[in-house]
Nanobody, 127 residues
Framework: QVQPVESGGGLVQAGGSLRVSCAAS????????VGWFRQAPGKEREFVAA????????YYADSVKGRFTISRDNAKDTVYLQMNSLKPEDTATYYC????????????????????WGQGTQVSVSS
């Protein structure tokens, strides 16, 4: 079992960069796939990026592909989301989620596949 905790959100101007982190303590952290999701006011939660337990497999939403990079450091039980070329439409609460992988080094994009969720961190991009 893991408990994700997000950090690193804030306010940034359009075109800027921000890195959010997800710390999730657990002796078998490398057995968990981790995903980032976001939710803007009045909108549904949407998938942003996911990474497999080893970090060898990643997947991105089309809206962030080429601008965001997900990575992990299993020695630090932490997953990162580096966000570059930020746009006002990236403004949202960003959530980290984790789940045990059912298949070798897999990742998941459906929020229903995740068992453990953090409280979220706010990212605001001004125009």
């Amino acid at each position: 079992q893991v408990q994700p905790v997000e950090s690193g959100g804030g306010l940034v101007q359009a075109g800027g960069s921000l890195r959010v982190s997800c710390a999730a303590s657990g002796r078998t952290f490398s057995s968990y796939s981790v995903g980032w999701f976001r939710q803007a006011p009045g909108k549904e939660r949407e998938f942003v990026a996911a990474i497999s337990g080893s970090g060898g497999n990643t997947y991105y939403a089309d809206s962030v592909k080429g601008r965001f990079t997900i990575s992990r450091d299993n020695a630090k039980d932490t997953v990162y989301l580096q966000m570059n070329s930020l746009k006002p439409e990236d403004t949202a609460t960003y959530y980290c989620a984790a789940t045990l992988m059912e298949y070798s080094d897999s990742y998941y994009i459906n929020p229903a596949d995740y068992d453990y969720w953090g409280q979220g961190t706010q990212v605001s991009v001004s125009s």
